[in-house]
């Protein structure tokens, strides 16, 4: 019996099932071996991925902004809007390749056959658009990191994506600090974002103190060098590259009801209470040895 | 291929009589400040530390923890007795392909045989898992009853200022390990 698979057919379903969060079930999934490692995609094919990536795309950005309110400029003034608004959508710019589908291709034969890579990298080749859909696809925002997105001129959007995603405990330094050391690079609506990320930073550093009687210098470093960066960044952001008229007065009302100052503090005590029950733990530890 | 066994070491032989004596009473002094009368201050004290789990004993007030390790409190001397519940037998886990392992073991079983306790340094070293479970009590125990403390000074603060006037605001700070409670009446 003779069959006819056609590869860009199969990825296609693949990446239904990725976005589906599904297991992946197609008939033709044992010929998988068998694809040859690159294929060049049919216009057919191109049309029906820019459609699918336009609609799942959306669909994603809608339910993680669910009601979500960012503050832009517009004509020198600061407005609020939400994805729902046409005008957010004005400065954006999206740009979709045939690269999403290649690594997608790639990842696709990797689940399926033993791959050895000659460059590592180079399964990471998209444009920032791309890599937004292949991050939504694998679930996974940590394949492409901020300095590549910064560098290759990621809109405010995808950046707001990756910063909502990217993980934030409060013992290390988080990823999305490299924003704060560029902050020349923040459109308005991350900086708000960055405050919200900083004060569930702030928390989650004094959650993990609470209950160590070890020595939290480490964590101690990590959180003071956020804050010096965050101050920084600000003082960049009011002095250096202000956004419109009194983007100052707003930035100041995000961090008081971020409660930022509060949350920083809190730390610090938290911060030295453990110190004095780490001393008063040791105190009755040497006195039970000796 | 390795693996590990244990052997278990009645306690006696296990630590010394006097670190044993250690670990079954450490205590810890508090002051009561009178900010309210003595008698009120210790009822409120002691409501306060029912509520959060300790019990009325004949020893005083007294919580423990899964391994029966007791931590109880004297209202009349303000003192806390932490005491560690000792099994009859320590465990000590080896490994077979060790020579360290092999030659405490053969310690071990000499000790047990002629009934005498470890050597010092050895027993010292077992030591350390129970004080660190004594301090382990004593700390939590400390910090439920620092913050009990804590909550009836603002309490006794608050009926005492009512006393002076009316009370117009109250609010409290924390910094640099220090508990401020702010409190404005007029008269």
């Known amino acids: ?290 | 291929m390795s693996h590990s066994y244990r052997i278990s070491v009645p306690i006696n032989i296990a630590l010394s009589e006097s670190f044993r004596e250690k670990i079954k009473s450490y205590k810890i002094d508090f002051t009561l400040l009178e900010i309210l009368p003595k008698d009120t201050m210790l009822e409120m004290l002691k409501s306060k530390l029912l509520s959060k789990g300790f019990k009325e004993t004949e020893k005083g007030l007294e919580t423990s923890d899964y391994l029966g390790d007791t931590a109880t409190f004297n209202l009349d001397t303000m003192q806390l007795n932490v005491s560690l519940n000792l099994p009859k037998n320590h465990e000590i886990y080896l490994v077979d392909d060790s020579n360290s392992d092999k030659m405490l073991e053969s310690i071990i079983s000499n000790c047990i045989k002629s009934e005498v306790p470890l050597p010092v340094d050895i027993s010292r070293n077992l030591g350390k898992e129970y004080a660190k479970r004594i301090t382990k009590v004593a700390i939590e125990s400390k910090k439920i009853i620092n913050n009990a403390l804590k909550e009836i000074y603002k309490e006794a603060v608050i009926i005492k200022a009512k006393e002076l006037g009316n009370l117009v605001n109250i609010s409290e700070s924390e910094s640099g390990g220090n508990y401020r409670v702010h409190i404005e009446i007029q008269n």
């Open chain 1, 1 to 290: 019996m003779k069959i006819s698979v056609y590869p860009e057919d199969v990825l296609f379903e693949y990446t239904k099932s990725l976005l589906q969060r599904e297991y992946f079930v197609h008939p033709e999934k044992k010929y998988i071996k068998r694809f040859p490692q690159y294929i060049e995609f049919s216009s057919e094919f191109a049309e029906k991925w820019q459609n699918l990536i336009s609609s799942s795309v959306k669909a994603y950005l809608g339910k993680l902004f669910l009601n979500k309110k960012f503050l832009t400029e517009k004509n020198g003034t600061i407005k609020s809007y939400t994805l729902a608004d046409k005008e957010i959508w004005d400065d954006l710019d999206f740009t979709f390749t045939h690269r999403s589908a290649e690594r997608l291709y790639e990842k696709m034969l990797e689940n399926e056959v033993q791959t050895y890579k000659i460059f590592p990298g180079q399964h990471l080749i998209a444009t920032v658009s791309d890599s937004l859909f292949i991050s939504i696809c694998l679930k996974n925002f940590e394949i492409y990191h901020f300095p590549w997105i910064v560098k290759n001129n990621a809109n405010w959007l995808i950046k707001a994506v990756y910063i909502t995603k990217a993980s934030n405990w409060g013992s290390v330094i988080p990823k999305w600090a490299y924003l704060l050391e560029n902050y020349k690079e923040n459109e308005f609506p991350l900086r708000e974002l960055l405050i919200e990320k900083l004060a569930a930073y702030l928390a989650d550093a004094s959650e993990s103190l609470s209950s160590s009687y070890e020595n939290n210098s480490r964590v101690e470093k990590n959180v003071k060098e956020v804050y010096n960066l965050f101050n920084k960044a600000l003082t960049g952001w009011k002095e250096e590259c202000p956004v419109g008229y009194e983007d100052e007065k707003y930035l100041d009302s995000i961090i008081a009801s971020n409660k930022i100052i509060e949350l920083y503090n809190h730390f610090i005590n938290n911060l030295e209470f453990a110190r004095q029950t780490r001393d008063s733990a040791t105190e009755i530890f040497n006195a039970i040895m000796e």
